[in-house]
């Protein structure tokens, strides 16, 4: 059976993760509060809810314990995200990923066993200016500090060029992973003698000077 999932909390970032696992076909227990946020989701996901999620009875009562994870996305009230995460652990649930609004309040999710912290409106400010400063990156993970993947679109001086012409893990020690060509093919074994066309985009993971350095030639 495929995992389930739940969702507490419906604001912007909640409702945004309910409505995408939703449209992958995963089924999704969505809890909220307020009933106009429940209402709006009930022909989102498999069943939207009522309820307050720092009520432990609650929470029991709706068999969170059996969900494969857990999303906690209540940004402004952080003692009742904190209260959540606890009583979501204390009742055993599997994984815990919890929304933090600023360091201090992801610090304390961690220590009270939450598996994973996101920051999204942090991520996603990082994330533009990536894009603002580097036009040809299309998208990247950040993987460990000072390392990330790349998606770069291959301009002039790549383009006709073959990986071993270019020679790329040798000049900018970074890797070649995948290319994307412009047709929507995608060949993730990419060899010495594949040509790159312009527009191509070059799935690249290495450390972030070097990757910046081989964005500045594409
Ligand atoms: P956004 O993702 O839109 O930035 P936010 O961080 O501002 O959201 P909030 O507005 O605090 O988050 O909360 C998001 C949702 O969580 C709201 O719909 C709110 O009703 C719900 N919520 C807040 N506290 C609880 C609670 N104790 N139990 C259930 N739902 C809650």
Excluded at 85 to 109: F, Y
Excluded at 206 to 212: A, I, Q, V, Y
């Amino acid at each position: 059976m495929s995992k389930q999932f739940a969702v507490i909390g419906l604001g912007r970032f909640g409702g945004s993760v309910a409505h995408t696992l939703s449209e992958m076909g995963y089924e999704v227990l969505a809890i909220d509060q307020d009933p106009q946020r429940v209402q709006d989701f009930s022909q989102v996901v498999t069943h939207a809810v009522e309820a307050d999620s720092t009520d432990e009875n609650a929470l029991k009562a709706l068999g969170i314990r059996n969900f494969d994870v857990v999303v906690v996305s209540i940004g402004e009230d952080i003692q009742a995200s904190i209260m959540t995460t606890l009583i979501l652990k204390e009742l055993g649930v599997k994984k815990i990923v919890v929304k933090a609004r600023n360091d201090l309040h992801g610090k304390v999710l961690y220590k009270i066993g939450a598996d994973k912290v996101v920051y999204p409106e942090r991520d996603m400010g990082v994330r533009v200016v990536h894009h603002l400063i580097s036009p040809n990156i299309l998208d990247y993970i950040q993987l460990a500090d000072g390392y990330s993947i790349v998606e770069i679109s291959a301009g002039d001086f790549f383009a006709g060029k073959t990986l071993q012409e270019l020679d790329i893990r040798a000049r900018y020690g970074c890797n070649v992973m995948a290319i994307k060509s412009r047709d929507g093919k995608i060949n993730i074994a990419p060899a010495a003698e594949d040509v790159i066309h312009k527009g191509d985009v070059l799935v690249v993971i290495g450390r972030n000077d070097n990757l910046k350095q081989l964005e500045e030639n594409a």
